[in-house]
């Protein structure tokens, strides 16, 4: 811990490779980014539509080096002043997770410095909480001009590539899992709907920009939501709406089935529509189980003082919008991620892990990289 005339500040450098993106943070006190450096490796997966688990780790370990040398350089801190190392440790492509892994070890042991495992579906929640320290300039959030610490109780929601989960949270590392997806994640089904439009990768970016100038009711989507009850998503069956909206019932010929219509005979109009009606179902069927959520902790007792959402989907416009609207109407101070913390970044593990670091949580060398998910 170093200090700032007389204030006592903690410098965590965090380290994420879950997936595709090599990222390494210097986070001050829990919330200041001093430096956010991700090197997307989209360019390398492009071309296969999708992350290639085996160029995925290759490329971290290309990159791990430089990306944590920058994230010092940027943050202005030398390696000593660093009181703990944090890395996104489960759950992830095992492969990715264990450069980051072992990095962080590496780093811990030879500086006998403090060893942080962190879990990256919950350090999304914590993206929200994350202030920018760099001098650029700063999006407000929404609803919370005055970047209030959360309040708890919280309700929770992770929107991601490989997650769709319902939180109820009593502090950033307090969460109890009440709800999630029993099939695809809904950015998952993003990226699945761009494939069926043809619109290229990443997906989900780009049928956001193109849903905002279509009709969103142009077209009926399912919006799946289980028994009444249920706090879990369904999106699959969404997807398979959209595919036979744009290629028409598959049709059997002996043993094969087949499609008469093509997307490429979409017209743009049709292709717009159809964009927007598919976000329309899928954000509605996010906002339905919120309320969902919210009223049953109510009803419980623990009205929610918070609503917190994260994860690469909170990228997204409509949902961005719909959930600024949702907390005015059930009196909720909404937190939303600024948009460079929004996807997989190394700010909130570093950031999440500042608690851990304050509570004395700390793990050994023989951290070990989860693939699958803890709760
Ligand atoms: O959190 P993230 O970077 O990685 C995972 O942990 O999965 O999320 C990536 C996901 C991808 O599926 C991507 O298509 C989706 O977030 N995404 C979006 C938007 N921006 C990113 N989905 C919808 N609208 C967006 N604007
Ligand atoms: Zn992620």
Redesign the pocket.
């Known amino acids: 811990m170093t200090t700032d005339g007389n204030q006592a500040v903690t410098l965590i450098l965090g380290i994420e490779t879950?997936?595709d993106?090599t990222a390494a943070s210097v986070v001050e006190n829990g919330r200041v980014v001093r430096s956010n450096v991700v090197a997307s490796q989209d360019a390398l997966h492009e071309r296969y539509g999708g992350v290639v688990p085996e160029i995925a780790s290759r490329a971290h370990i290309e990159r791990i080096g430089p990306v944590i040398d920058d994230a010092l350089r940027i943050a202005g801190v030398e390696f000593n002043q660093l009181d703990a190392i944090a890395v996104g440790n489960r759950p992830g492509l095992i492969g990715s997770l264990l450069v980051g892994v072992s990095a962080a070890k590496a780093m811990a042991w030879s500086a006998g410095k403090p060893l942080i495992g962190i879990d990256?579906v919950r350090a999304?929640l914590y993206a929200a909480s994350l202030l920018d320290g760099s001098g650029s300039p700063v999006t407000l959030r929404e609803n919370a001009p005055n970047e209030p610490e959360t309040q708890y109780p919280a309700l929770g929601l992770v929107v991601?590539?490989?997650?769709t989960s319902l939180y109820e949270l009593d502090a950033p590392t307090e969460l109890r899992l009440i709800g999630r997806t029993i099939d695809d994640?809904v950015?998952?089904a993003?990226?699945k709907a761009a494939v069926i439009l043809q619109l290229g990768y990443?997906?989900?970016?780009k049928?956001?920009l193109l849903a905002q100038t279509g009709d969103a009711n142009a077209y009926k989507l399912p919006r799946s939501l289980l028994n009444k009850q249920s706090l879990d998503f369904s999106f699959s069956g969404l997807k398979t709406a959209l595919l036979y909206t744009v290629r028409g019932y598959p049709k059997r010929r002996g043993d094969e089935s087949y499609f008469e219509k093509s997307a490429d005979e979409l017209t743009d109009r049709q292709r717009r529509d159809m964009a927007a009606s598919f976000q329309a179902a899928a954000i509605d069927a996010l906002i339905i189980k919120l309320r969902r959520a919210h009223d049953q902790m109510a009803g419980g007792g623990r009205k929610p003082e918070s609503l917190i959402i994260g994860?690469?989907?909170s990228?997204?416009?409509l949902l961005r919008q719909r959930v600024v609207e949702l907390g005015g109407e059930l009196g909720l101070c909404v937190h939303l991620p600024r948009m460079a913390y929004?996807?997989?970044n190394a700010a909130m593990i570093a950031g999440l892990a500042d608690h851990e670091f304050r509570l004395g949580h700390f793990d050994d060398l023989s951290l070990p990289a989860v693939a699958t998910i803890s709760s």
């Open positions: 879950s997936c993106e990256h999304h991601s590539g490989g997650h994640a950015g998952e993003y990226d990443p997906g989900g970016p049928l956001d994860g690469g989907v990228a997204n416009s929004c996807l997989d």
